[in-house]
Nanobody, 123 residues
């Protein structure tokens, strides 16, 4: 059973940094990708960043490019999202997700999702 467990969310001030983690287990997919999405109250879930697990190619939403960095630790089967220069508009529930192919990584059609972690940025 595939499990994705996020951690690291919290309340921070504008301009602060925060690192989210997503521990994965229960699968042995080889050519897969993982991504971060977020959903603010009253808004649709939106793509934040993605990485291909074996090749390490990264993709970012324009709104976070230059401020957020996605990375992974193969040995720990853990995905990270380092967030910097946080803004109040970054406030959302952040979800990690796993996609069992490498197509459409910026779209929400991922196969497995975590439960989400709340990030709140105060002004």
């Amino acid at each position: 059973q595939v499990q994705l467990v996020e951690s690291g969310g919290g309340l921070v001030q504008a301009g602060d940094s925060l690192r989210l983690s997503c521990a994965t287990s229960g699968h042995n997919y080889r050519n897969y990708a993982m991504g971060w999405f977020r959903q603010a109250p009253g808004k649709e879930r939106e793509f934040v960043a993605a990485v291909t697990w074996s090749g390490g190619s990264t993709f970012y939403a324009d709104s976070v490019k230059g401020r957020f960095t996605i990375s992974r630790d193969n040995a720990k089967n853990t995905l990270y999202l380092q967030m910097g220069s946080l803004k109040p508009e970054d406030t959302a529930v952040y979800y990690c997700a796993l996609k069992t192919n490498l197509f459409g990584l910026t779209l929400a059609g991922y196969d497995y999702w975590g439960q989400g972690t709340q990030v709140t940025v105060s002004s």
